[in-house]
Antibody, heavy 119, light 112 residues
Framework: QLQLQESGPGLVKPSETLSLTCTVS??????????WGWIRQPPGKGLEWIGS???????YYNPSLKSRVTISVDTSKNQFSLKLTSVSAADTAVYYC???????????WGQGTLVTVSS | QSALTQPASVSGSPGQSITISCTGT?????????VSWYQQHPGKAPKLMIY???NRPSGVSNRFSGSKSGNTASLTISGLQAEDEADYYC????????????FGTGTKVTVL
């Protein structure tokens, strides 16, 4: 059974960089036709797609966040990561990692991790 | 791109059927058969319920069904049960030049 697990600091200061890692177990992040994505959900609000990456390193970002987002992959560790720069309180959210196929649905999700932006 | 439009809330009695709409544009919902639906209980991660407009993943009850007409997709829950009370989100692929996704605004389903 495929499992995804987010990890990283739960508190980030304004203007700093948010960094999260998603560790994939029960399957390989390489090969096949799957992509690996990040989605976030501010408290009490809806879901927002942040971006996705293919194991080869090809990346796709939400145009509204593109200038601040970098997603990378480490196939040797079966992990992919998110960096979001210049954060503000508006970036406070539960961050989820998930798997999807090209143009398709997100079928496996991590449990999510709350990141709070505050001084 | 803007979020897809869903009703804020829908309610029904046990055993009834309800339908949640998801309205987009010809650039997303209307342009591709890549609409998916997710169920989210409080404090939990979203769960995939419908993919590619009308397909159910293994293990999802056949009480859940999806459809699309023009720029509007719909999720129908038949034989409503107490466990169906949750938030529901639609999502669509939204670009032909690169991979981009958009989610719906979310609908709170209440079982009366």
């Amino acid at each position: 059974q495929l499992q995804l697990q987010e990890s990283g600091p739960g508190l980030v200061k304004p203007s700093e960089t948010l960094s999260l890692t998603c560790t994939v177990s029960g399957g390989s992040i390489s090969g096949s036709s799957y992509y690996w994505g990040w989605i976030r959900q501010p408290p009490g609000k809806g879901l927002e797609w942040i971006g996705s990456i293919y194991y080869s390193g090809s990346t796709y970002y939400n145009p509204s966040l593109k200038s601040r987002v970098t997603i990378s992959v480490d196939t040797s560790k079966n992990q992919f990561s998110l960096k979001l720069t210049s954060v503000s309180a508006a970036d406070t959210a539960v961050y989820y990692c998930a798997r999807h196929w090209v143009a398709g649905a997100f079928d496996y999700w991590g449990q999510g991790t709350l990141v709070t932006v505050s001084s | 791109q803007s979020a897809l439009t869903q009703p804020a809330s829908v309610s029904g009695s046990p055993g009834q059927s309800i339908t949640i709409s998801c309205t987009g544009t010809s650039s997303d919902v209307g342009g591709y058969n890549y609409v998916s639906w997710y169920q989210q209980h409080p404090g939990k991660a979203p769960k995939l319920m419908i993919y590619d407009v009308s397909n159910r993943p293994s293990g999802v009850s056949n009480r859940f069904s999806g459809s699309k007409s023009g720029n509007t997709a719909s999720l129908t829950i038949s034989g409503l049960q107490a466990e169906d009370e949750a938030d529901y989100y639609c999502s669509s692929y939204t670009s032909s030049s690169t991979l981009v996704y958009v989610f719906g605004t979310g609908t709170k389903v209440t079982v009366l």
